[in-house]
């Protein structure tokens, strides 16, 4: 095999890696978007109808919180339908049932997805 066409190989596989390596990163991360209308304090999910709530994913923030129309990285939590509880600012507490989770994949909550609202007022 000439050098030539063993260097056009070589080009070939390491631009095929790199083109596919930030769609591997991206791929990784779960994300929740949201949608709400208002900033979230703390974001707990736990295996749907079991009422064993998860860590607080807000930590996972730098402001340890996600505003309205932000993402929020999502992390240890594997594909599956899950239960959200979640704590806005202004102390209301929601729940969202049985949201399917992808890992790797965004998925949001919108206002009309919150359920056993608890006023603080």
Same mark, same amino acid.
């Given at each position: 095999?000439?050098?030539?066409?063993?260097?056009?190989?070589?080009?070939?596989?390491?631009?095929?890696?790199? #083109?596919?390596?930030?769609?591997? #990163?991206?791929?990784?991360?779960?994300?929740?978007?949201?949608?709400?209308?208002?900033?979230?304090?703390?974001?707990?999910?736990?295996?749907?109808?079991?009422?064993?709530?998860?860590?607080?994913?807000?930590?996972?923030?730098?402001?340890?919180?996600?505003?309205?129309?932000?993402?929020?990285?999502?992390?240890?939590?594997?594909?599956?339908?899950?239960?959200?509880?979640?704590?806005?600012?202004?102390?209301?507490?929601?729940?969202?049932?049985?949201?399917?989770?992808?890992?790797?994949?965004?998925?949001?909550?919108?206002?009309?997805? #919150?359920?056993?609202?608890?006023?603080?007022?």
């Amino acid at each position: 095999m000439s050098q030539g066409l063993m260097r056009a190989r070589w080009a070939v596989l390491i631009g095929f890696l790199a #083109l596919s390596m930030p769609c591997a #990163l991206a791929a990784g991360q779960t994300k929740f978007w949201n949608t709400t209308g208002d900033k979230i304090i703390k974001f707990e999910l736990a295996p749907a109808g079991s009422g064993n709530w998860g860590p607080d994913q807000c930590k996972n923030d730098k402001d340890n919180s996600v505003d309205d129309d932000e993402r929020l990285q999502i992390k240890d939590v594997a594909t599956g339908s899950y239960d959200a509880r979640m704590t806005f600012e202004d102390g209301r507490v929601c729940t969202a049932k049985a949201i399917q989770i992808v890992q790797g994949k965004i998925f949001s909550l919108e206002r009309g997805d #919150l359920k056993d609202c608890t006023n603080p007022h």
